[in-house]
């Protein structure tokens, strides 16, 4: 009981804070969310900048569908890593921009129909069974790149093997170290401390140019880059929207406890899903990752116990405010890509682990023939790189395996005498 009374004291606490004191605190915020929105453009060849402006515009288009009501921010997916490296190498940026805002569309779709039939048409639509190995498919697809990059393949640097393998498991470390020991605000920014140990150890190895820096202007617009519309990009990114959209779910709901408000009535799950979808949309116009909330923005809400959505205005405002600085995307882009491929060891490690989770918490029991059906099926297609090549068109990777879950799900029976475990 006196817990729950110092929670309530806290938070009346932080709401009476003077409004100036919410300039600096959405900083703060900001910083929180930064390495890990700023690690999907560097991973995947998009701009940094354009990243940071995007994130800062759907965070605001997210409050105003959502009425002002969720402390959220909104930024860079990782669930969309794998797909964009993918699609960029196969179509380009531009096509795959047209898909990401294709994908944006999916979750407008997803918000009709919980309008439409409640919250629990997501549950019966993705249950466990097929969320779960297609977000450990997600995962560990780019098992090999990660890898690769964190033994420096192809990277061209001029500096013995074992320096690269110094370099990128002291960003590994570094990341797991904060993520597990560190204390309060520390915990929430490993990312951005792996990154920080990553390109000191490069500095002193010698191999970070500064001349870019240098030479890049403080003010700069972001290189906006505007998509195209290709129907093989637009129908390969359309099944990626599952995983994000559990995850969103997910979010909400964490944001609920942590509130003690029920944000999937108030406003409701449809508007807060439409809001991921209008942000998403808008930053593929503009040349950005998909935006949806953020784990580790929530994990700072809990931590200061702050739930004014004004924090998060202000968040978006230094977003914006930080894309038109020139030095910023230059300086995130003399980071060698050894550092990333440490923290991507971890990070896709992470997302498969999500998805063997998701089948436990939600005891889906693989000695049930359907179950194990569909699990087997999805991870052998998605890891092995099942291809369905119909000339023009190929379907592979997350896309089959989304489709494949989907449609096993629905055909395949459920075992008589029993209750349903996905």
């Known amino acids: 009981m006196s817990n729950k009374i110092n929670d309530k004291q806290k938070s009346k606490t932080s709401q009476e804070k003077p409004a100036w004191q919410d300039i600096f605190t959405g900083a703060q915020m900001l910083f929180v969310a930064f390495g890990a929105l700023v690690l999907v453009p560097l991973l995947t060849g998009l701009n940094p900048n354009v990243a940071l402006f995007t994130a800062g515009i759907g965070t605001l288009l997210f409050q105003l569908t959502t009425k002002g009501k969720v402390p959220v921010f909104l930024a860079s997916s990782f669930a969309f890593i794998a797909p964009i490296s993918f699609g960029v190498a196969q179509w380009g940026i531009p096509a795959t921009l047209g898909g990401l805002v294709a994908a944006g569309f999916v979750f407008m779709f997803f918000a009709l129909l919980v309008k439409l039939n409640g919250k629990h048409v997501i549950d019966r639509i993705l249950p466990p069974v097929v969320t779960g190995p297609i977000i450990m498919v997600i995962g560990l697809s780019l098992a090999p790149v990660a890898v690769g990059m964190a033994m420096g393949k192809d990277s061209g640097l ?45 500095w002193i ?135 990333m491929g440490g923290i991507m060891v971890l990070l896709f490690g992470s997302i498969a682990s999500v998805g ?31 291809i369905f090549d119909f000339g023009s068109y190929a379907l592979q990777g997350i896309s089959l395996c989304g489709i494949l879950a989907i449609l096993l799900n629905l055909i395949l029976p459920y075992p008589s005498k029993t209750v349903k475990t996905d």
């Open 205 to 339: 190895m010698g191999i970070v140019n500064f001349q870019p820096v240098i030479d890049a202007p403080w003010f700069k617009i972001p290189d906006f880059t505007f998509p195209e519309f290709h129907w093989q990009a637009i129908l390969y990114m359309i099944p990626i929207v599952i995983a994000p959209t559990i995850e969103h779910v997910g979010d909400i709901m964490a944001i609920s406890s942590v509130t003690g408000k029920d944000y999937t009535r108030e406003p409701g799950l449809q508007r807060t899903l439409l809001g991921d979808g209008l942000a998403t949309s808008t930053a593929g116009f503009f040349g950005g990752p998909p935006c949806i909330t953020y784990a580790e923005v929530i994990g700072a809400v809990t931590l200061t116990r702050n739930f004014k959505t004004r924090v998060m205005t202000w968040a978006a405002i230094w977003a914006i405010l930080m894309s038109f600085i020139g030095k910023i995307g230059a300086f995130l882009s003399t980071i060698p890509t050894v550092v």
């Open 158 to 202: 001029q500096v013995k093997d074992y320096q690269l393998i110094m370099i990128s498991m002291s960003s590994l470390l570094t990341t797991l170290i904060v993520a597990i020991w560190a204390k309060g605000f520390f915990k929430l920014v490993p990312i951005i401390a792996g990154i920080v140990v990553g390109y000191v150890m490069s």
């Open 356 to 386: 063997i989770n998701i089948l436990i918490k939600h005891k889906v029991d693989l000695s049930v023939s359907r179950n194990m059906c569909i699990v087997s099926l999805v991870l052998v297609f998605g890891i092995g790189g099942m």
